[in-house]
Nanobody, 123 residues
């Protein structure tokens, strides 16, 4: 399984970005796909996840209402739409795949990881 994250960049506070995670090399119908982030000097933390089949979504409390995770089955791609961005959202964002349909928010429960894409929010 390979995951390719993209879409990061520099944005002003209050702006929006959409991250993409292209998945390949597997059958993802039984997967949970997640987004994590790691801010400078901090541990990696859960942001959001989606169950590939059915589309059930899960969000960390700190991003609820500002972030939407979705997937495009035809493109095998997962998206993270981020709105009303804040400087504290600055981080490297990673997409990850868990080879189970059971949701988890702990990073070691995820089996595959993309390379990360940097999001910088200026104040």
């Amino acid at each position: 399984v390979q995951l390719q994250a993209s879409g990061g960049g520099l944005v002003q506070a209050g702006g929006s970005l959409r991250l993409s995670c292209a998945a390949s090399g597997g059958t993802f119908s039984r997967y949970v796909m997640g987004w994590f982030r790691q801010a400078p000097g901090k541990e990696r933390e859960f942001v959001a996840a989606i169950r590939w089949t059915g589309g059930t979504t899960y969000y960390e409390d700190s991003v609820k209402g500002r972030v939407t995770i979705s997937r495009d089955n035809a493109k095998n791609t997962v998206y993270l739409q981020m709105n009303s961005l804040k400087p504290e959202d600055t981080a490297v964002y990673y997409c990850a795949a868990r080879g189970s349909s059971w949701f988890r928010k702990v990073e070691h429960e995820y089996d595959y990881w993309g390379q990360g894409t940097l999001v910088t929010v200026s104040s």
